[in-house]
C-alpha cells in the first residue's frame, strides 16, 4: 500500500508537471505577444505626434500641405514642443500596453494551467506524506517536492496584492528546473525517518525555510526583471536599440524594485525563524544550539547577506542595480545551500537521503 501511494504521489507530480510546462509556454507566448504590441505602439508614437503637432499648429481653413525646407525659415514645429507631446503620447501608449496587457487570453491560460498544476502538485504531494505516514520532506526528494509547492502558492497567493503575472515565466521555469533535477537525481523510496528528525521542530523548521525560498524565488524573478528594464530605460534615454521589448508592457524598475524588496523581506523573516527554530532544533537533537556544521554555516550566509541587502537599501541609500544583484547573489546562494551543500558536503545535517 505504501509503495502503491509513493508511485501514485509521482503520478500526479508527473501530470503537475506537465501543466506548468503548458502553463510556462501560455506565459511566454503572453510575452512575445507584449513585445509584438510595444514594438506597433512605438512605430505609432512619432507619426501620430508629428500629425497632431501639425494638426494643432495648422490655421483653420489654411492648406494642410506641410512644406519641409532646409533653410533658416524651415516652418517645421521647433524639436521641444514635438519632444514634449511624443512624450505625452509615449506615456499614454505605454499605460494602454500595461493595462491592457494585465489580463490577454494567454495569461488567462497560464494562470489557471498553473492553478489545476498547483491542484495536481498537491495531491502528489499529501499522497507522498500518507505513505510515508509523517510530514513529506525528511530527503531531498521530499523537500523539492514541497518546496516547489510552496513557490507556485506563493506566487499565487502574492497576484491577490501585487498583480505579479509577468514573472509566471521566471518562477514557471525555475520550478520546471528544480523539480526536473529532483526527478532525475532525487527520488528515494519512502524510508522511516532518521532519530534525529523524529520531532515536531522538524515541521516548524522547514515551513519556514521553505516559505523564505519562496519569496527569495519570487524577490530573485522580480530583480532580475528590473536589471533588464534598468537596462531597456537607459537605451530609450539614449536612443539606442531596445532588445526586449516586451519590457515595455511591464512596471519601471522603480516599481520593480520595490516590490522585490517587499517580497524580500517576507522571506528575509521567514529565514530568521529558521535559523531560530533550526537552533533549537539543534540543541534537542545535538544537546548544542550551534556548531559550525556547513549546513548551518551556509545557512547563516545567506541570513547575512539579505540582511546586507535589507540594510544597505534602507540605511545606505543602495537603489538601482546594486539592490538587485545583491537579491540575486542572496538567491544563488540559497540554490547553493540546497543543490550543493545539501548533496555534496557531509556533516551532521546529511539527510539528503541519496
Known amino acids: 500500500m505504501t509503495e502503491t501511494l509513493a508511485q501514485l504521489s509521482t503520478v500526479f507530480l508527473y501530470a503537475a508537471m506537465g501543466l506548468y510546462a503548458a502553463a510556462f509556454i ?51 514645429p521647433p524639436s521641444s514642443a514635438l519632444g514634449r507631446l511624443s512624450s505625452r503620447i509615449s506615456s499614454k501608449v505605454e499605460d494602454d500596453l500595461v493595462n491592457g496587457s494585465a489580463n490577454s487570453a494567454s495569461m488567462r491560460w497560464a494562470f489557471v494551467l498553473t492553478i489545476v498544476g498547483f491542484a495536481f502538485h498537491l ?78 521542530w522538524l515541521v516548524i523548521h522547514i515551513i519556514v525555510a521553505v516559505l523564505g525560498t519562496a519569496f527569495f524565488a519570487l524577490g530573485f524573478a522580480l530583480s532580475g526583471l528590473q536589471l533588464l528594464q534598468y537596462r531597456r530605460e537607459r537605451q530609450v534615454a539614449e536612443s539606442r536599440p531596445q532588445q526586449f521589448r516586451f519590457l515595455a508592457t511591464l512596471p519601471n524598475s522603480v516599481v520593480l524594485e520595490n516590490l522585490a524588496y517587499r517580497i524580500n523581506i517576507v522571506g528575509f523573516i521567514a529565514w530568521t525563524f529558521t535559523l531560530i527554530a533550526g537552533a533549537i532544533w539543534a540543541e534537542k537533537a545535538w544537546g548544542r544550539y550551534w556548531g559550525w556544521d556547513t549546513k548551518e554555516v551556509w545557512t547563516f550566509i545567506i541570513w547575512v547577506i539579505y540582511a546586507g541587502y535589507i540594510h544597505a537599501r534602507a540605511t545606505r541609500g543602495w537603489r538601482g542595480s546594486r539592490s538587485a544583484w545583491l537579491a540575486i547573489i542572496g538567491f544563488a546562494a540559497v540554490l547553493f545551500n540546497f543543490g550543493i551543500v545539501n548533496v555534496f558536503f557531509h556533516g551532521l545535517h546529511a539527510y539528503s537521503g541519496l
Not at 497632431?52 to 495648422?58: G, H, I, K, Q, V
Open 123 to 200: 495531491v502528489a504531494v499529501v499522497l507522498r506524506g500518507i505513505a510515508a505516514a509523517r510530514v513529506p520532506w525528511a530527503n531531498m526528494w521530499e523537500f523539492s517536492m514541497t518546496g516547489t509547492l510552496v513557490i507556485i502558492g506563493v506566487f499565487l497567493v502574492a497576484n491577490l496584492k501585487w498583480q505579479i503575472k509577468y514573472i509566471g515565466t521566471f518562477v514557471l521555469g525555475l520550478v520546471l528546473v528544480l523539480q526536473g533535477i529532483a526527478l532525475l537525481r532525487y527520488y528515494v523510496p519512502v524510508v522511516p525517518l532518521q532519530p534525529a528528525l523524529q520531532s515536531y
Open 26 to 76: 501560455a506565459f511566454a507566448l503572453d510575452l512575445a505577444r507584449r513585445g509584438a504590441r510595444a514594438t506597433a505602439a512605438e512605430a505609432a508614437v512619432v507619426p501620430s505626434a508629428v500629425a497632431r503637432r501639425a494638426e494643432a499648429s495648422t490655421p483653420a481653413g489654411a492648406p494642410t500641405t506641410t512644406i519641409i525646407g532646409d533653410g533658416p525659415g524651415d516652418p517645421s
